[in-house]
């Protein structure tokens, strides 16, 4: 073989091992080829079909009001600064204060459980229930006699308190309803949630 020149050298390889370099190259291309697949595959299965495609402009409308036959008192304004007429300042308004009459049935907006149960001088008695998608409904201003605890799974509709006028913070409100939501713990306006019109 020393005497060959490099080109007889290849053809006498060729000749020798041409089938294993060519079974070699097709297995290779073959290799190839499900690799770009299954890349392509991936690419494909990171597309969501309509049915997984959630439209960001809807919100879920929980099925049930806080309160009957309510009125607005105030509004929710969580960007923009209003006059608290008790506190003597300005300051934003992170909920709905619905009046009702002092003794008015406080229901749970929605199914969840029952993630707080507390009392202080400015909210008056809270309850705090948690819903599915990272909702939070809080209900401040009820009376002494809270039906729920902390803890409980409670169902749409539940009753969990009556209206009084315990958040001295908002006494000028008389008897009502402070109602709240967070969204993935973001102050978010009731009003996009709930089947009311705040006027």
Do not use: C
């Amino acid at each position: 073989m020393g005497n060959y020149t490099f080109k007889q050298r290849m053809a006498h390889a060729f000749k020798k091992y041409g089938y294993y370099m060519l079974l070699g190259v097709l297995l290779l291309g073959f290799l190839l080829t499900i690799i770009i697949a299954s890349a392509n595959s991936d690419t494909v299965e990171d597309i969501p079909n309509n049915d997984n495609i959630v439209d960001t402009n809807t919100q879920t409308t929980m099925t049930y009001m806080p309160v009957l036959n309510a009125s607005i008192y105030k509004g929710y304004y969580g960007d923009e600064l209003v006059y608290n007429e008790t506190l003597k300042q300005w300051e934003t308004h992170n909920g709905i204060d619905f009046q009702v009459a002092n003794g008015s049935a406080v229901y749970s907006i929605s199914d969840g459980v029952v993630k707080d149960v507390y009392s202080n001088v400015l909210e008056g008695n809270v309850v705090v229930i948690e819903h599915e998608d990272g909702i939070v409904s809080t209900y401040a201003s009820l009376d002494d006699n809270i039906l729920v605890k902390e803890g409980d799974h409670i169902k749409g509709g539940a009753e969990i308190g009556k209206v009084s006028a315990s958040a001295t913070s908002e006494s000028d409100a008389g008897a009502h309803l402070h109602f709240s939501m967070t969204d993935d713990g973001k102050k978010i306006d009731p009003a996009a949630y709930l089947d009311i019109e705040v006027k």
